[in-house]
């Protein structure tokens, strides 16, 4: 079973007597997550699935009473898709405030009901974590540096999601299976879609453009969606973790681009399932992309597991130079760039150099990039 880097960091936080939130994409490895911590802690558990008929029309009218009749005498609930049930957050703060000692996690597949309907019940009550398709420095730690380093361009094609690293036959199908499976399952059960098509089509184009500045408007064209669509859509994608935005940084210069925005995807294979596209790494035009997107990705989940706080951009002039990713944190800015390519010896722009001096820079390559990607290290 592979180990997690969340599980000792949500087992700690279990002790406090907050509810736990877990949050993630579908067969991302949450259940099994759960059921690790369960093992773990050597209790008598209940585990309730909202996927489950009788548990959605039982629990959204439980009283407190009933409640304690459903627990028992265990103290620890496990709550699994909680996102469908209906006001789950009032069902878990009646749990919380009249049957103390039990210990509660509630996992859900998509951010769209779970984060809104808990919120306002739970304020003060809850700890929330994201678990994502896995990171490399869980990798490294469940294998070792060598064997990943090794499976570097298996990961750019295919991804990191727990199927995909534990069977490596037929990983293109698997992760096609994925996509096609829970890609859209949560937006289309949750929103109001009238247009699926156009979705797909909006994902596509999205797909094409990793590394690339998006314009809602040129995207709309390409799927027949207005700007306003685009953008829900895209916002909807988001909070079923299967993309994120990047803005871009500005501050000094007239001439840096102020309102644009990159998207990445969280996995390759998602990105490389929705167009249909697992080419070897060596035949590809887009391996520089892929790279980019891979280096972002992982580095996105890096600051999430380890909950750093850190603001993240672009950076680019209507002159074309551009720094493909900056982070601040410690009061200064880092500056990095990603080449695929170890030959290649890219220069800091001059005119980023002068405006913010108080900088680092880095160059991430396939000779660097698991040492910035560790979980265990600050940098």
Avoid at 223 to 251: H, M, N, W
Avoid at 306 to 332: M, P, S
Wanted: positive net charge.
């Amino acid at each position: 079973m592979l180990k997690r880097h969340l599980l000792p960091v949500i087992d700690k936080h279990l002790q406090t007597g907050k509810v736990i939130i877990l949050l993630g994409p579908r067969q991302c490895g949450k259940t099994t997550l759960l059921r690790m911590l369960v093992e773990s802690n050597q209790k008598p558990f209940v585990w309730w699935n909202g996927d489950e008929p009788d548990i959605r029309a039982i629990l959204p009218t439980a009283t407190s009473t009933r409640l304690r009749q459903m627990i028992g005498t265990t103290g620890f609930l496990v709550i699994d898709e909680a996102q469908r049930i209906e006001n789950i957050g009032l069902v878990l703060k009646l749990i919380v405030d009249n049957i103390p000692k039990v210990r509660i996690i509630a996992s859900g597949s998509s951010s769209f009901d779970l984060a809104n309907r808990i919120n306002e019940p739970l304020t003060g009550r809850k700890f929330e974590y994201l678990l994502l398709p896995m990171a490399a420095g869980e990798l490294t730690a469940n294998f070792d540096e060598l064997s990943e380093r090794r499976m570097l361009h298996h990961r750019l094609v295919f991804g990191s999601y727990p199927e995909i690293v534990k069977h490596t036959g037929n990983p293109g199908e698997l992760v096609s299976q994925l996509a096609d499976s829970y890609l859209y399952k949560d937006i289309l059960t949750w929103e109001r879609i009238f247009k699926p098509e156009c979705l797909e089509k909006l994902v596509q184009a999205l797909a094409f453009q990793i590394g690339s500045q998006v314009s809602y408007n040129e995207i709309g064209q390409l799927c027949g969606l207005d700007k306003q669509t685009v953008e829900r859509y895209i916002a909807l994608l988001e909070k079923a973790f299967i993309v994120f935005r990047l803005p871009s940084f500005s501050r000094n210069l007239r001439n840096e681009l102020k309102k644009s925005r990159k998207i990445y995807f969280y996995d390759n294979g998602i990105r490389n399932a929705v167009i249909k596209n697992f080419s070897t790494i060596e035949l590809r035009q887009d391996a520089g992309a892929l790279w980019e997107n891979y280096c972002i990705s992982e580095r996105m989940k890096k600051l999430k597991f380890t909950q750093k706080a850190c603001n993240c951009w672009f950076w680019r002039t209507t002159a074309q130079q551009e720094i493909d990713y900056i982070e601040q944190y410690a009061g200064r800015l880092h500056a990095y760039e990603f080449k695929f390519n170890q030959r290649t010896r890219p220069h800091l722009s001059a005119t980023f150099k002068n405006a913010y001096p108080e900088h680092e820079y880095a160059v991430i390559n396939p000779d660097n990039y698991l040492e910035w990607l560790d979980l265990n290290t600050d940098n």
